[in-house]
């Protein structure tokens, strides 16, 4: 099975990742953050380095759905192939960030790559407000993050919004403002009670919203 968590910059993606392979012995796929060549530099001029970014992001996030698709194992996904596209490069693209011919060449090659991927089993979505953002972004302590502008998130947080409310697979959504996975023991079983009724249940959840 392919299970997938979606969610804005800071919203705890990795963190529960990470706590979900563990509980249920899956196999963690991780955003490329670390070593990625683009990111700091990105941060510091949007406009010269988006297409660079999207485009690596786009290269490595295809490669990563094939892989799960060959895979007998259940994998557990930090961000999918579905948010650069339908999020990150429009937004930058809205931003003035990325130009028109930049962001029409990033389209056409995400819709011949989308045309051979599948929905994942489920996704997850973690929402989260801005003040709770800016909060866990500065909490980590990543020096590149520590000049994203806020407008550049709330573009975010409003297309995962409209991107979530037309999605058509298997979903649930988390408010991660009050939900504490990642420090309330209670909160993350309350995760994987309902992942056990959606994957392996008599009656799934289908779409929870």
Same mark, same amino acid.
């Not at 930090?78 to 930058?92: S, V």
């Not at 991927?117 to 003040?131: A, G, H």
């Given at each position: 099975?392919? !299970?997938?968590?979606?969610?804005? %910059? ?7 990742? @990470?706590?979900?392979?563990? /509980? ?6 991780? $955003?490329?953050? $670390? /070593? ?7 941060? @510091?001029?949007?406009? *010269?380095?988006?297409?660079? #970014?999207?485009? =690596?992001?786009?290269? +490595? *996030?295809? @490669?990563?759905?094939?892989? %799960? ?23 930058? /693209? ?14 056409? #090659? ?7 991927? +599948? #929905? ?13 953002? !800016? ?8 020096? =590149?993050?520590?000049?994203?502008? %806020?407008? =550049? ?6 297309? =995962? $919004?409209?991107? !979530? ?14 939900? @504490?996975?990642? $420090? ?10 309902? %992942? ?14």
């Amino acid at each position: 099975m392919h !299970i997938a968590i979606a969610g804005n %910059i800071g919203c705890g993606k990795t963190t529960l990742t @990470k706590m979900l392979a563990a /509980h249920y012995g899956w196999t963690p796929n991780f $955003e490329s953050v $670390e /070593h990625n060549p683009y990111l700091d530099d990105f941060y @510091k001029d949007m406009p *010269r380095w988006s297409f660079n #970014l999207q485009v =690596y992001f786009l290269n +490595k *996030r295809f @490669k990563d759905v094939v892989e %799960i698709g060959r895979s007998s194992d259940t994998i557990i996904q930090d961000r999918t192939i579905f948010e650069d596209a339908r999020i990150f490069a429009p937004n930058l /693209h809205d931003m003035g960030m990325m130009s028109d011919r930049d962001f029409d060449n990033y389209r056409d #090659l995400f819709d011949l790559m989308i045309s051979l991927v +599948k #929905l994942p089993d489920l996704m997850i979505y973690i929402r989260s407000t801005i003040p709770n953002l !800016i909060q866990q972004i500065q909490k980590r302590g990543r020096d =590149y993050e520590q000049s994203i502008r %806020i407008d =550049y998130l709330q573009g975010l947080n409003a297309r =995962y $919004e409209e991107w !979530i409310a037309s999605y058509t697979g298997p979903l649930f959504i988390i408010d991660g403002d009050t939900c @504490k996975f990642g $420090e309330n023991p209670h909160d993350f079983q309350q995760i994987t009670d309902r %992942i056990d009724a959606e994957l392996y249940g008599l009656f799934p959840l289908a779409t929870s919203r």
